[in-house]
């Protein structure tokens, strides 16, 4: 069984960053893709940031430019380094992984941005 534990959610102003970190709790598989979802009160979960595993990357438009996924394959370790934060990123962040078309979930971290 995988088990993925994120850090780095917390409250911050806008225009203010964090990173966002998620690792897998077990090291045998070499995950294809990895990702970061969001769910904010009342919507539906939307995909953020996803990354491959030769490290392409696709994002959601609302964040295309302010926010960057990287992958630590060493450490079956998923980053989210989210800059220049608006009040509309509050969400609940989400990461997932993906190996062998079966996909992973987090707990998932608070984003709070205050205005």
């Known amino acids: 069984q995988v088990q993925l534990v994120e850090s780095g959610g917390g409250l911050v102003q806008a225009g203010g960053s964090l990173r966002l970190s998620c690792t897998a709790s077990?090291?045998?598989?070499?995950?294809?893709?990895m990702g970061w979802y969001r769910q904010a009160p009342g919507k539906q979960r939307e995909l953020v940031a996803i990354?491959?595993?030769?490290?392409?990357?696709n994002y959601a438009d609302s964040v295309k430019g302010r926010f960057t996924i990287s992958r630590d394959n060493a450490k079956n370790t998923v980053y989210l380094q989210m800059n220049s934060l608006k009040p509309e990123d509050t969400a609940v962040y989400y990461c997932?992984?993906?190996?062998?078309?079966?996909?992973?979930w987090g707990q998932g971290t608070q984003v709070t941005v205050s205005s």
């Open positions: 077990i090291t045998v598989f070499i995950f294809d893709a």
């Open positions: 990354i491959g595993s030769g490290s392409s990357s």
């Open positions: 997932m992984f993906q190996v062998a078309s079966r996909d992973y």
